[in-house]
């Protein structure tokens, strides 16, 4: 690929966020279901069976009275017949669609390399590939989405405000707690678990996959937890159904509703649910759901709907009223 389509700083240099989003005005803890439809890592590619794990996933979720939000790729949004149970979803309420924008996946292609992330391209190049995403995806479903998943977390500086520039209102992108720099991509461990704006696009509503930097101390005593963070033994986790086990998954929750947070994001990719850990993964999602809906009183939403309780930046006095300004 040509070098000249490339940002010299790129996803490498985010701008932390401006500040937290308010509170939801209702007091229980919510719990947001990401599904992205595409593989999780590379080799990226178009697949035939993309959504067979489809059916594992709904099936929970109707269970527990879930939405979850699906991500879609270029390459699935453009397979009419293998998008068809899913628009069906979304028509019967049962699910809604973000853009998942895979730059490999994603025209004008041009050599783009596979795990290139969205926020190293040139500006130009990434407001084209997410315009022909949103496009064919408004032309499967008669309307563009409003949230945005860019591949491997890979927000660049200038993304945020081409988000906004397009429509999008929520940025599903990023989980704390990782260092994603030796990939091209962000420093998140500093970043927050809870909602956010950005520098300067007060307009774009942060949701981040929910992670966090946790020690072996953590949720125990908070003495030995600082002093495991200054030795160097906490470690990144995800609230991801294929990434841990659900006791895993339930420790991270404790740690944050400790910690005040009280918007989760619980990452169940549709490949999870198929295969050789297909079902270790269906009961995995089926236990965090248990006990986030039950014993610890949460409530499930949508990304789209925690936009329309928080997604507006109040007009506040205070040391973060005014945004940093955005460099692009």
Not at 173 to 199: K, Q, V
Not at 228 to 245: H, K, Q, Y
Not at 264 to 292: K, N
Request: net charge positive; charged share 20%; glycine share 10%.
């Amino acid at each position: 690929m040509d070098p000249a389509t490339l940002r010299k700083d790129g996803s490498a240099d985010l701008l932390p966020p401006s500040r937290l989003a308010p509170q939801p005005a209702d007091p229980r803890p919510v719990l947001l279901v990401l599904a992205p439809t595409h593989r999780g890592s590379p080799p990226f590619s178009a697949r035939p069976d993309a959504l067979a794990g489809l059916a594992a996933l709904e099936r929970i979720s109707a269970q527990h009275g879930v939405v979850p939000t699906y991500a879609l790729d270029h390459a699935l949004a453009a397979d009419g017949r293998q998008l068809e149970p899913l628009i069906n979803l979304c028509g019967s309420g049962r699910a809604e669609l973000a853009a998942h924008l895979v730059p490999a996946l994603t025209p004008p292609l041009d050599g783009t390399p596979a795990p290139l992330m969205p926020g190293n391209l040139k500006r130009q190049l990434e407001r084209e590939k997410l315009g022909v995403l949103l496009e064919r995806i408004a032309g499967r479903l008669g309307s563009r989405p409003t949230v945005l998943v860019a591949a491997r977390a890979g927000v660049g500086k200038s993304s945020p405000g081409l988000f906004t520039e397009a429509g999008i209102r929520v940025d599903a992108s990023l989980t704390p707690g990782f260092d994603l720099r030796a990939e091209g991509g962000a420093d998140l461990r500093a970043f927050p678990a809870s909602p956010y704006f950005y520098p300067a696009v007060p307009e774009l509503l942060g949701v981040p996959q929910t992670g966090a930097l946790l020690s072996p101390a953590s949720a125990r005593v908070e003495s030995l937890a600082a002093a495991a963070r200054l030795v160097g033994l906490e470690r990144p986790v995800a609230f991801d159904v294929g990434a841990g086990s659900a006791a895993r998954n339930l420790r991270l929750v404790d740690v944050l509703l400790a910690r005040g947070v009280r918007v989760f994001t619980l990452v169940a990719r549709v490949e999870d649910f198929t295969g050789p850990r297909g079902s270790q993964s269906a009961a995995t999602f089926a236990a965090v759901l248990v006990r986030m809906l039950g014993a610890l009183g949460a409530r499930a939403s949508t990304h789209a709907g925690l936009w329309s309780e928080i997604g507006r930046l109040p007009e506040v006095d205070g040391p973060y009223a005014k945004s940093r300004r955005a460099r692009v």
